[in-house]
T-cell receptor
Framework: DAGITQSPRHKVTETGTPVTLRCHQT?????MYWYRQDPGHGLRLIHY???????DKGEVSDGYSVSRSKTEDFLLTLESATSSQTSVYFC???????????FGPGTRLTVT | KNQVEQSPQSLIILEGKNCTLQ??????????LRWYKQDTGRGPVSLTI?????NTKSNGRYTATLDADTKQSSLHITASQLSDSASYIC???????????FGTGTSLTVIP
């Protein structure tokens, strides 16, 4: 699992509340990613980071922000959660060879 | 537009039987193609990775093929087991940057 953990693993929140998901890695990888996975859509990139304080948007970044103040932690924040953000969120790192990704266990988020 | 398409969307087979999953892509320039297995409630795990020059690669009962000319790949599962029940995701990497393109997956169910 390349030493990737996500927290929380499950969360239920109400529309309009802020939510922060955490991804933690223990192997000093430079690239980290946040994806969401929904039925019929597969995995879609939200944001990614290529170093401390270096981040960029993915294809579905609206409504999400990220921060990376330390190499090991990549935070995903929903400033004001909406029902359309109900999904399973996966964090991933890019392996040292640069050709594959390793995924965390996922966070199931439900916005009511 | 860079895309990855997988077929079939879902598949049910009897334990012990073989099956083949398909992946067609339009990603260019091509770097590599990976097949992931995703068990229910877990993150994707890499099965095989194939570069432009590789035609076939095996990982136990899983054999992946790549035809870079027609931009097609297949994943063949031999003597299926109940534990093969999962979603299988094809991911293609672009050579020029930090881009990974995901298929929507094939959901495989192996029944006794």
């Amino acid at each position: 699992d390349a030493g990737i953990t996500q927290s929380p693993r499950h969360k239920v929140t109400e529309t309009g509340t802020p939510v922060t998901l955490r991804c933690h890695q223990t192997e000093n990888h430079r690239y980290m990613y946040w994806y969401r996975q929904d039925p019929g859509h597969g995995l879609r990139l939200i944001h990614y980071s290529y170093g401390v304080k270096d981040t960029d948007k993915g294809e579905v970044s609206d409504g999400y922000s990220v921060s990376r103040s330390k190499t090991e932690d990549f935070l995903l924040t929903l400033e004001s959660a909406t029902s359309s953000q109900t999904s399973v969120y996966f964090c991933a790192i890019r392996g040292s060879l640069g050709s594959e990704q390793y995924f965390g266990p996922g966070t199931r988020l439900t916005v009511t | 537009k860079n895309q990855v398409e997988q077929s079939p969307q879902s598949l049910i087979i009897l334990e012990g039987k073989n099956c083949t999953l398909q992946c067609n892509y339009t990603v260019s320039p091509f770097s590599n193609l990976r097949w992931y297995k995703q068990d229910t409630g877990r993150g994707p795990v890499s099965l095989t990775i194939m570069t432009f020059s590789e035609n076939t690669k095996s990982n136990g009962r899983y054999t992946a093929t790549l035809d870079a000319d027609t931009k097609q790949s297949s994943l063949h599962i031999t003597a299926s087991q109940l534990s093969d029940s999962a979603s299988y995701i094809c991911v293609v990497s672009e050579a020029t940057g930090n881009q990974f393109y995901f298929g929507t997956g094939t959901s495989l169910t192996v029944i006794p």
